[in-house]
């Protein structure tokens, strides 16, 4: 596959990783979040940690859509199938994601709900059209890769006069959720967290361009390197990352550059400007209440507006006490420090976002890094490059 | 940031709508967030939606900056891929 | 017993109808459950015109029939999936395959075969007639017969169009002892051939994953191929056929059971490109994913190449290669070396898996 294989070359990782380790200053640790749940997935699907030094170290933020979205929402989504008896569409992603009181869009399907897992926004557009008689409502998710699509949508809906149609949407974005974390007390208080640069999202950049993160880097001081979504891309921004914090330089680079422009997509931007405008706040899950976070769809297209068309209970619901999924979510705390990973909570048995969701840090730990765990113990050396 | 990823542009089958081929497999995107389209154009695809075009002259760079070749050599690459 | 041409042993019992069944129009209609005549002419001029063999042709409700010496073999098979027509094959031949297959990976080779069947009301007989047709081509394909059988039919509604249950019947030739528990540290893994196109060809076809692709599901029994392994390395350890949870489920179940460990090469994973695609797309691992024609053999080391020179030799393994090793691990993990270089564990998951968007 073109644009994809050469950026999986399992030699020039090598060369890259051994870069980085002879760049890697010993007298310091550097610490790198990755933004992106895409990006942990392949971090750890590429086995990436095996192949840097000891002081590079990765942090997991909340760029994972599905790990951050609220239970009172889902549980909202879980109550449109269930009790208003819409045709719920819904990405794979959100299916087996816990609300509260263990129930999940399967299992209410399996209950006798109608909820239909899509690929694509225009498919539940599609369900719409084809079932006039049928309440249809598309439970959109997502950062602003997705939201475009999702305004699209609506867009044509009102173009074939759909009367069928609404959208649930949950849209948030990444400047605000960034901003978030750099203003959190574990990141200004020094020692908590650690945190010297960041990976920046592939696809979201696309469309937003890599314009918003230089507040970031002046602001705050802080490095960004916009990495494409292949491993020799996540390697080649950490390269990057390290001789900007060798070189005490805070800049944005952007080494997605096939890609990602200064502006982005105009037009995406434009129609998501078109269709959606700001909530005041939102409250993401392990973030709090973070404002002007997240969208809603515009008053004049209400009449596509789910939560305009619905009355939907938002009962706030208590997580369970020992889930440390919004830590972990943060970065503040890795899966191993949650008393419940990997009893009672595992992938088999999800009892937070970070565990049923592929790329949640607990997912991905408990499939890749138990590996290492294990290592650790029995090797004596780390298995580096 | 999502799961995209790079696809070919076989054949423009309307104002909004071309056919797409990843690796053999072919596959019916939106294109109305990209302007300019032509059929060869690669670009990248997220829920049946292109969200970008992949400049190849970027790639190349991006790839000769992998192996960290020098400026000299890279020109050579970008011609050679002209 | 001895061998009698299906006109004699029907003569005797031929019945008369007053018309033939409309199998171009007809629907399955709850009286073709019901156990009277309309049954017996649905058995008669659809199964037993498609299937005909000595056996079923005496028209019992049971077949009776001599095994050779050795251990019997026996395995059983559901067979619900949905859609019933898929690039390569149908849920007729799939259940031929399919327990063929499971009778075959003990090393047995598989003779006879039963087949029930759940039919749904106003399912097309045209439908139903090409399915029967399909199941008749693959056990003469295998050389298995199809002896005995069952129909029921349920209200509109309560079935998926038809549902198929295959039981097979084998034995094991002396000196052949295969099991999930006889994997050792040391043995070599190999797999017949490239892995995800079923899966894949049966996703093209789900509602909502709209994609063209020429991929076909793999569906093909093995029998020939478990034999012609079997007669060149009676001491293979184990097979399996990976089919649903994919390889991954394989190789996790064999650990468990034979409590090792396992250690497999991601480049020597045979992957067609089209499924790797349509894999990277929909966000699935290609390890995941069902196979419906292709085993995994574990067997000695020393006996590794020899065995991959025989399957490769055969048709229905031209692909095939060695995957890897299984090793000494307490914890009886299943790990992958990516093509990175660097080491993943491959797990078991829970349920199937979903595509993605993030």
Not at chain 1, 105 to 115: H, N, Q, S
Not at chain 1, 208 to 215: A, D, E, L, M
Not at chain 2, 10 to 19: F, H, N, P, W, Y
Not at chain 3, 145 to 161: H, L, M, N, Q, S
Request: hydrophobic share 40%; aromatic share 8%.
């Amino acid at each position: 596959m073109k644009y994809v294989d050469e950026y999986r070359d399992g030699g020039l990782a090598r060369e890259i990783a051994a870069k980085i380790c002879a760049e890697a200053t010993p007298e310091r640790a550097y610490h790198f979040m990755e933004f992106c749940g895409g990006h942990t997935h392949a971090i750890f699907r590429y086995g990436i940690p095996d192949l840097l030094p000891d002081n590079v170290k990765m942090i997991h933020g909340p760029g994972c859509p599905v790990c951050v979205l609220p239970i009172p929402r889902l549980d909202a989504a879980i109550e449109l199938a269930v009790t208003h008896g819409v045709t719920l569409c819904s990405y794979g992603d959100m299916l087996r994601v816990p609300g509260s009181r263990k129930r999940s869009l399967l299992k209410a399907k399996a209950e006798g709900a109608d909820v239909r897992m899509v690929y694509s926004c225009m498919d539940a557009l599609r369900i719409a059209q084809e079932n006039p008689e049928k309440e249809v409502v598309f439970f959109a998710i997502g950062f602003e890769t997705t939201t475009p699509p999702t305004a699209l949508v609506i867009n044509q809906a009102k173009k074939l006069g759909l009367k069928n149609f609404t959208v649930y949407c949950n849209h948030v974005l990444t400047p605000a959720a960034i901003s978030n974390i750099l203003e959190s007390p574990e990141v200004r208080e020094l020692g908590v967290l650690p945190l010297d640069g960041f990976v920046g999202p592939a696809h979201v950049s696309t469309v937003i361009g890599s314009q918003p993160y230089h507040y970031f880097a002046e602001e705050y001081q802080k490095p960004v390197v916009i990495a494409g979504f292949e491993p020799l891309d996540v390697l080649q921004a950490i390269l990057m990352l390290v001789r900007q914090i060798n070189e005490g330089r805070a800049e944005v680079e952007n080494e997605f550059s096939r890609a990602v422009t200064y502006m982005g997509n105009s037009r995406a931007k434009q129609v998501v400007a078109d269709t959606f405008e700001l909530r005041r706040s939102f409250e993401w899950r392990g973030l709090g209440v973070v404002p002007y976070s997240a969208l809603k769809i515009k008053d004049a297209l209400s009449e596509f507006d789910a939560e305009k068309r619905f009355i939907v209970d938002y009962r706030s619901t208590r997580e369970n006490k020992s889930c440390e999924c919004g830590a972990i979510l943060r970065g503040v705390k890795s899966p191993r420090d949650c008393t419940l990973f990997g009893d009672p909570c595992t992938p088999e048995n999800p009892l937070g976002s970070c565990m049923v969701s592929s790329e949640g840090a607990c997912a991905a730990y408990y499939s890749y890094g138990r590996y290492q765990e294990r290592t650790f113990a029995t090797d004596q050396s780390h298995p580096a490059a | 940031m999502c799961l995209a990823i790079p696809v070919r542009i076989e054949e423009i089958l309307g104002d909004e709508t071309a056919m797409a081929d990843i690796g053999g497999v072919r596959k019916e995107i939106n294109v109305a967030l990209i302007a300019d389209l032509a059929v060869g154009d690669f670009v990248i695809m997220h829920v049946g939606y292109a969200l970008n075009k992949i400049d190849p002259d970027e790639a190349e760079r991006t790839l000769a900056l992998f192996a960290e070749l020098d400026a000299l050599s890279q020109q050579d690459i970008i011609e050679a891929a002209e | 017993m001895t061998e009698q041409s299906r006109t004699d042993s029907t003569d005797g019992n031929k019945r008369h109808y007053s018309h033939t069944l409309d199998l171009s129009k007809g629907k399955v209609e709850m009286v073709h459950g019901s156990g009277g005549k309309a049954m017996a002419q649905l058995i008669d001029e659809l199964f037993l015109n498609a299937f005909s063999n000595p056996w079923l042709d005496e028209m019992n409700d049971q077949a009776c029939f001599q095994l050779s010496a050795g251990r019997v073999v026996m395995a059983t098979d559901s067979h619900v999936i949905s859609p019933l027509f898929f690039p390569g094959g149908d849920i007729g031949c799939l259940s031929v395959h399919g327990t063929v297959n499971d009778v075959a990976m003990s090393g047995a080779v598989p003779k006879y075969l039963s087949a029930g069947f759940i039919l749904e009301e106003g399912y097309p007989l045209a439908d139903l007639q090409t399915i029967v047709t399909s199941m008749a081509a693959a056990a003469e394909g295998a050389g298995v017969y199809i002896v005995t059988g069952d129909t029921k039919v349920v209200e509109r509604g309560k079935g998926d169009g038809c549902f198929i249950t295959t039981t097979g019947i084998g034995v094991v030739p002396e000196g052949v002892s295969m099991g999930a528990d006889r994997v050792t540290a040391g043995d070599k893994i190999i797999v017949s051939g490239s892995l995800g196109d079923h899966g894949v060809a049966i996703m093209s076809l789900r509602e909502n994953l709209t994609f063209e692709t020429t991929i076909e599901s793999d569906t093909q029994s093995l029998n020939d191929l478990v034999a012609a392994m079997v007669a060149v390395v009676p001491d293979i350890h184990c097979l399996r056929d990976p089919t649903r949870g994919g390889l991954s489920a394989t190789l996790n179940e064999i650990a468990q059971q034979s409590k090792v460990g396992m250690q497999v090469y991601e480049t020597e994973i045979p992957v067609k490109p089209q499924v790797k695609a349509a894999c990277e797309f929909l966000g699935l691992d290609p390890l995941f994913v069902a196979n419906e024609g292709k085993l995994v053999a574990f067997c000695p080391a020393a006996k590794a190449e020899q065995l991959l020179a025989v399957m490769r030799a055969h048709p229905k393994g031209m692909d095939a290669a060695i995957i890897g090793d299984v090793i000494e691990d307490d914890l009886q993990f299943v790990q992958m070396q990516t093509a990175f270089g660097g080491n993943r564990m491959v797990d078991w998951i829970n349920g199937e898996q979903l595509p993605r968007i993030c």
